[in-house]
């Protein structure tokens, strides 16, 4: 039962994601027949494999991390606080500062991951930029050989499914229909890729990455029931 999981042992997280390339014409040519392979069945007869680059940061092979997001409670007597912190800058850099994360304070078989379809994306991705950076895998992201309730992982949408694996739900959508304040900002996931490549606005990237972080936390807090955080219990660090 989640309602019985400590909330001081859960770590939440976002991460964005944009094409590694600025532009399809910057692949080589190997890599443009082998995007153009690999998402022959996405873009069937509507797109050619120009026209649908920008949805590059969506496969790990072709994409690269560009800001992870993490948040977790502390308490203090009856102070509860959520803390969130952003990597972001040189994907190297990201993925080992996120390494070191989980080495020094998540890595103790009570602690979890908690993300919305992270099971399926963020948690994969992640790992997938480490082997191709070549940056050691915490043992929390190495799932070799666990069966599926040995994964140390929380997936919002996953619990929202209750079993139905055909079911997904944004969690823009599930933040509305469960009365959580929407965390979208001023921009959504399609311009994320135009907003680093093109305006170079980390910061605004950052700011949405931190918002959807915090939108996990929320949503976990209503599946238990269990008050919303409010503006001042939340501490950027």
Known sequence: MIDKIPLENI????IETVPEQETYDLLDDEMKDLWA????????????????????GIWAEFGKIICISVGYFTFKGD?????????????????????NLMNNH??????????????????PFIARRMIINQVPICGKLNLFGKKPWEVPHLDTLELWKFGDYKHFTSLKLLTKVLGIPSPKGDIDGSQVSHVY???????RIITYCEKDTIAVAQVFLRMRREELLIEDEIIHV
């Open 106 to 123: 998540f890595c103790q078989p009570q602690h979890l991951i908690c993300g919305h379809n992270a099971k399926e994306f963020d948690i």
């Open 197 to 203: 490549h093109v305006e170079k606005d980390i910061d």
């Open 37 to 56: 392979t690999k998402t022959q069945y996405q873009r069937k007869d509507e797109y050619t494999p120009e026209e649908f680059y920008d949805r590059g």
């Open 79 to 99: 102070i509860r606080n959520f803390r969130v912190t952003s990597f972001f800058g040189d994907e190297v850099k990201i993925l080992k500062d996120f390494n």
């Open 11 to 14: 770590l939440f997280l976002d």
